[in-house]
């Protein structure tokens, strides 16, 4: 039996207050003073996906005249059940799904086979793996001499643009990113112990030295791993999640080289302050241009 979500309950009753209005969602927003983002994520919770504020549904609730007292229990079990659930994809009835054997005899796909050495399945378990760690502050020095590696980075503070993905559990990463070993140009491994440590301080570095973000509103996963499965992973990864570092305003991995005549990044448009930067040219999108970027992505997430 599927398990009950309290969250998709919400988005059914915030949803049906703003049919009998007629309002569309971007009317709701006005009326309600949010983001249309804001409000599309309020109407589309379920599990898995970023949970609306308390602010935000006693918003909703107030404008379309329903009693905040039936819908506030819900949000708070769904928020209970979200702390307790590592993220991740999930079939439709919330349980994890490795993927099966294909089946010539047209069995259904519970009776497949099932391969956990099947390439996907193995990058699969370590993508969970990564989800599943505990998260840390970034600003926080690593203890971890880990070589290789996969990590994630976690937004949860007020950066309006950032607030369909900002939440205390840590669902949705702005940036999923590897760590490989050094080799030396003529063969052979250089000794790469402490390169995982290395490149998060260099991200934090980044993320301190810009003007509109603060780094203790950042949180990281991370996962020493064999470098066999990080390409595998980081594709699932990115391609279940839609990091918005990865995919919109990317850049934030790339070395500022003084001197450099080249264009700055989109990351370094959309926040400016990184050492060296300013010597660059701008980019080719405007940072108007890349916070509407931004927002339409949240968006389209929402609404998937």
């Known amino acids: 039996m599927a398990e009950r979500d309290f969250l998709a309950e919400l988005a059914a009753e915030l949803t049906q207050a703003r049919a009998a209005k007629r309002w569309s969602v971007e009317r709701l927003a006005r009326e ?6 804001t409000a599309s994520q309020a109407m589309n919770a379920r599990r898995g996906r970023p ?8 918003a909703i609730c107030r404008v379309t005249g329903v009693d905040s007292r039936a819908c506030l229990p819900l949000l708070e079990q769904g928020r209970d059940r979200e ?3 590592a993220p991740g994809p999930r079939a439709d009835d919330g349980s994890r799904q490795f993927t099966r054997e294909p089946d010539a005899t047209g069995s259904s796909e519970l009776d497949a086979p099932f391969n956990p050495l099947r390439p996907e399945n193995l ?30 980075l976690y937004y949860t ?6 607030q369909p993905v900002s939440f205390p559990a840590c669902l949705t ?6 760590v490989r070993a050094p080799w030396r140009r003529q063969g052979g491994q250089v ?25 203790p509103d950042f949180q990281t996963r991370y996962l020493p791993v064999e470098e066999m499965f990080l390409d595998g992973a980081e594709r699932l990864l990115i391609g279940d999640h839609r990091p918005v570092w990865n995919t919109v305003a990317t850049g ?41 970027a931004v927002r339409r992505h949240f968006e389209d997430d929402t609404d998937a």
């Open 83 to 85: 702390r307790l659930t």
């Open 252 to 292: 934030i991995g790339m070395r500022v080289v003084r001197g450099s005549q080249g264009l700055r990044t989109r990351w370094d448009e959309l926040h400016p302050g990184r050492a060296g930067v300013e010597a660059l040219r701008p980019s080719s999108q405007s940072a108007d241009e890349i916070r509407t």
């Open 51 to 58: 949970v609306p504020s308390v602010e935000t549904v006693i």
């Open 157 to 162: 503070g007020p950066f309006d643009l950032y």
């Open 191 to 215: 000794d790469g112990q402490g390169g995982m440590r290395r490149r998060l301080r260099t991200y934090g570095q980044s993320i301190d030295q810009c003007n509109n973000l603060n780094l």
């Open 173 to 178: 990463p702005l940036y999923v990113g590897t």
């Open 32 to 37: 309600c003073g949010l983001s249309r983002t």
């Open 123 to 152: 990058e699969r378990s370590v993508q969970w793996a990564l989800e599943s760690a505990p998260p840390v502050p970034l600003a926080r020095e690593l203890q971890s001499n880990s070589g290789c590696g996969i990590f994630a």
